[in-house]
Nanobody, 117 residues
């Protein structure tokens, strides 16, 4: 079993910053990719950013230049630095891990990010 614990969400004014963290624990031999997704009620969950082995990153167009994803392999932790936040960034943010040659996938419980205008 793999567990993900997210932290760092909250309420921030437009233009502000937040940093999300997601720590993975459990039976993990090798992490392939970790990423952040977000979901607004009534909408599908969408990719925000991901980072895979070798440091390869992928960002949604809407967050490029504002958000930065990074990971600490020693701690099996992924971070999302969110700057210049906009009200449209308001959502529940979920962490996802893929490990062990993509045989293992797990999701975090979600953390609310609210950006006030």
């Amino acid at each position: 079993q793999v567990q993900l614990v997210e932290s760092g969400g909250g309420l921030v004014q437009a233009g502000g910053s937040l940093r999300l963290s997601c720590a993975a624990s459990g039976r993990i031999f090798s992490v392939n990719c970790m990423g952040w997704y977000r979901q607004v009620p009534g909408n599908q969950r969408e990719l925000v950013a991901s980072i895979c082995s070798g440091g390869f990153t992928n960002y949604a167009d809407s967050v490029k230049g504002r958000f930065t994803i990074s990971r600490d392999d020693a701690k099996n932790t992924v971070y999302l630095q969110m700057n210049s936040l906009k009200p449209e960034d308001t959502a529940v943010y979920y962490c996802k891990i893929q490990a062990d040659s993509f045989r293992t996938t797990a999701w975090g419980q979600g953390t609310q990010v609210t950006v006030a205008s």
